[in-house]
């Protein structure tokens, strides 16, 4: 059974820094590309970044790049992502994704392309 579990949200100040975790309980999904997207309030949900199923090649949004860093440490089935110089337009409900097994980082660019949600972890930037 697949299950999603994020951690880490919460109140930062901008500038700050934060990592948020997602672990895989189910240890299902270890060839699995995986990824984070965000909605924030009265917005759709928007990618954020990927990582893809060996865990080499990443693949992020244009607005988080160079400030948020997605990896995956696969014994303990869990991914990352250390978000750096948190901005007052990153607050939003932060959700762990996962994708098809060896698909590629970029897959995760088209939401069509999750096949399992996490339930969301809020992180609040204040200023």
């Known amino acids: 059974q697949v299950q999603l579990a994020e951690s880490g949200g919460g109140l930062v100040q901008a500038g700050g820094s934060m990592r948020l975790s997602c672990l895989d309980s189910g240890r299902t999904l270890n060839n699995y590309v995986m990824g984070w997207f965000r909605q924030a309030p009265g917005k759709e949900r928007e990618f954020v970044a990927a990582i893809s199923g060996g865990g080499g090649i990443n693949h992020e949004a244009a607005s988080v790049k160079g400030r948020f860093t997605i990896s995956r440490d696969k014994p303990k089935n869990t991914v990352y992502m250390q978000m750096n110089n948190w901005q007052p337009g990153d607050t939003a409900v932060y959700y762990c994704?996962?994708?098809?097994?060896?698909?590629?980082?970029?897959?995760?660019?088209?939401?069509?392309?999750?096949?399992?949600w996490g339930r969301g972890t809020q992180v609040t930037v204040s200023s």
């Open positions: 994704a996962a994708g098809a097994v060896w698909a590629s980082a970029q897959s995760m660019g088209n939401m069509a392309n999750v096949k399992y």
